[in-house]
Every structure is written in C-alpha cells, then in structure tokens.
C-alpha cells in the first residue's frame, strides 16, 4: 500500500519543494511532482536557479523519452505514464490526484496559508476514508520550510 505523508506548515512551498526533492533524489528516489501549470512553471524555474551544487535534474512529461528516462525528477499536470515509472509522488496541487496509488511513497506538501491547510484537510480525509495510513510531518516543530 502506498505510503501517504504531509508535510504541514512549509512557509514557502516551492522553497521547501525544490529542498525535498534534493533530498528525494540524493537518495535514488525517481520523482513525479503534480501540479498545476502556474505552479510547474515557479517551480521549475526554481530548481534551475539554485547553485550548481543543488541543482536537481528534471524535465517535463512532454520532453522526449530519453530525457524522461534520465530526470530523477519529472514535472506534471497530472500523474501520466512516464517511462520509467517513478516511485515516490510529490503532490503540489489543491486536489488528490487521480493514479496516486501506483506509487510507494505520496508526499503533499502544505503551506501556512489557511485556504492551502483547507484543501489539505480534505486530502487528508479522502486518503484516510481508502483506508491509507497517513505520516504527519509539522515542519513548524522542525524549524523547516
């Protein structure tokens, strides 16, 4: 059963998102991040902007096969087939996404605005009523974000 886990109380998400997908990729993770357009584009404007040392390969599910078989990280409106399946899910969108099961690991990263911590609540209870066991991570606690 996929592992479900949100990370709550990330100040800037896209911040914390570009931090956890360096730590998901530094340890052999394969990634899907799913989120909406606007969001995609932040985001992967973000990773090509850090420092050469933290740079996190990536791509779009629209380039080529060859180059999606060889980002860690692939970037999506949805979770799509890709061509080598990834194992973990990082979700930065307002809805649970559809396919979420097909992973081991799903991560939804939560900021502090209230209307983001809504959306989240209701995620959560729909992982929770499919019978999912879900790991809370207070990034307020740990000083992260």
């Not at 985001?43 to 060889?70: E, G, K």
Request: hydrophobic share 45%; net charge neutral; with cysteine.
């Amino acid at each position: 059963m996929t592992d479900v886990a949100f990370h709550f109380g990330a100040p800037n998400k896209l911040n914390y998102a570009c931090r956890l997908l360096r730590k998901a990729v530094g340890s052999g993770a394969k990634v899907l991040v799913v989120a909406d357009a606007a969001v995609l584009h932040r985001l992967d404007s973000d990773l090509w902007a850090t420092s050469p040392t933290d740079f996190v390969a990536h791509c779009w599910n629209t380039a080529d096969i060859l180059m999606q078989q060889r980002s860690p990280v692939v970037l999506a409106n949805q979770v799509v087939q890709v061509p080598v399946q990834p194992n973990v899910l990082v979700n930065l969108a307002d809805e649970m996404p559809d396919g979420f099961e097909k992973f081991e690991r799903v991560i939804e990263v939560v900021g502090t605005d209230g209307a983001d911590r809504d959306l989240a609540r209701v995620r959560w209870r729909q992982y929770a009523e499919r019978g999912y066991k879900i790991l809370r991570h207070d990034l307020t606690l740990r000083g992260a974000g």
